[in-house]
């Protein structure tokens, strides 16, 4: 085999090297089927097997409640930022907790469905900060209240889900689902653009309370109403059959190694060995408050554009790939997804201080 890199992008991301494995092993034959996954009918056995497998492991891991379905649709993440408000912008009136840019994406669609307020922003602290939200900031006349639950840009996210009383709380979790427990049953709904913890780029999993599916405002063109995928189980058009069978093989490897909770470990280990190296660094900082920072997008800077590009080439050399910041903020970034091994951010840490030493 070639000799793989840590790749720590913050999506299309790495999967773990045993899923790869397995579906290598599976590519051209799957189950003795004589075909490879992607050959197959999504009308036949194997793969409806294969679907309602990846349900009811997702429903296992993340323990969620009879009373929510789960969802298949291609468009990511940013398909359900039109999707929410389509399906559930009734009294035209959205609450937004505004922590950065895909926030602000998000927000920007509902305002095409009426009116939107920001319940709470961290805008003039350059979001640093996940702002307080408590149900007296809501307006309970709102449709939804939506809160980006990690923030892939600026390095934060959600430690406390915010009480928003009657009003369903909406959550964009595409950059930390199934890195730590999140209560289900505190959200209407949850999203997640597959391509970070779950499997390969080409849809969204949609986690949604039954009573909030079924009641589109009008005009809501078929495939975008949820009330289409949940009656037809996620195959009333040909979904994305390759990508639910990796997320199938990822949450088997999550749930061997002892689902979310062992898995927050890790990924507990892996942000404490990333922010110590920052913390006592005399060339790299990361700003965000300490409470706030996400497990699995670690932001930081030199403060000097040139040095840090030469961090993101040099480290590109020593096999550790894509630790530029995105575009709008610049600096560097590190994800640390669930399939980024513990060596991975043992090596990235050498890295560093090597770096340092060499660039003081
Ligand atoms: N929300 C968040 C928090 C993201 O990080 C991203 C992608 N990086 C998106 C939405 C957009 O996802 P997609 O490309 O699946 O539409």
């Known amino acids: 085999m070639e000799e793989r890199v840590f790749n720590f992008s913050s999506g299309p991301s790495q999967l ?31 793969i409806i097997g294969i679907a309602d497998e990846t349900v009811a492991l997702l429903r296992e891991v993340m323990n969620i409640p009879d009373n929510y379905k789960v969802l298949f649709i291609q468009g990511g993440a940013t398909l359900q930022f039109a999707m929410v408000p389509m399906n559930l912008m009734k009294n035209k009136k959205a609450d937004f907790v505004m922590t950065g840019y895909w926030a602000k994406k998000a927000a920007d669609q509902s305002k095409a469905y009426g009116t939107v307020r920001v319940a709470a922003t961290d805008e003039a602290n350059g979001y640093k900060n996940i702002p307080r939200l408590d149900k007296s900031m809501v307006d309970p006349q709102a449709d939804f209240v939506h809160i980006t639950s990690n923030n892939t840009i600026y390095g934060t996210r959600f430690t406390e889900i915010p009480d928003t009383g009657d009003v369903p709380l909406v959550a964009d979790a595409s950059s930390h689902i199934l890195s730590e427990p999140l209560d289900v049953s505190k959200f209407g709904i949850i999203y997640a653009g597959a391509q970070k913890n779950m499997g390969p780029a080409g849809m969204a999993t949609v986690i949604i309370r039954e009573d909030l599916i079924g009641t589109p405002i009008e005009g809501t063109p078929v495939y975008l109403n949820y009330k289409t995928h949940a009656d037809a189980e996620s195959m009333y058009n040909t979904p994305p059959v390759y990508c639910i069978y990796i997320c199938k093989l990822v949450l088997e490897w999550l749930k061997n190694l002892g689902g979310i909770p062992a898995m927050q470990k890790i990924n507990e280990e892996k942000a404490k060995l990333l922010y110590d190296q920052i ?82």
């Open 16 to 46: 773990p090297l045993p899923v790869l494995e397995k579906a290598q092993k599976e590519l051209v034959s799957y189950g003795g089927t004589g075909m490879s996954v992607m050959e197959m009918s999504h009308r036949s056995k194997p």
């Open 279 to 360: 913390d006592n660094s005399k060339i790299f900082r990361n700003e965000v408050a300490v409470k706030d920072r996400s497990l699995m997008n670690v932001i930081f800077v030199t403060g000097n554009p040139d040095l840090d590009k030469k961090f993101v080439d040099e480290a590109k050399k020593a096999g550790l790939i894509t630790l530029n910041g995105h575009k709008a903020v610049g600096g560097l970034r590190a994800s640390l997804y669930n399939a980024m091994p513990v060596e991975g951010v043992k090596a990235l840490v050498e890295f560093m201080k090597k770096f340092e030493m060499e660039n003081k």
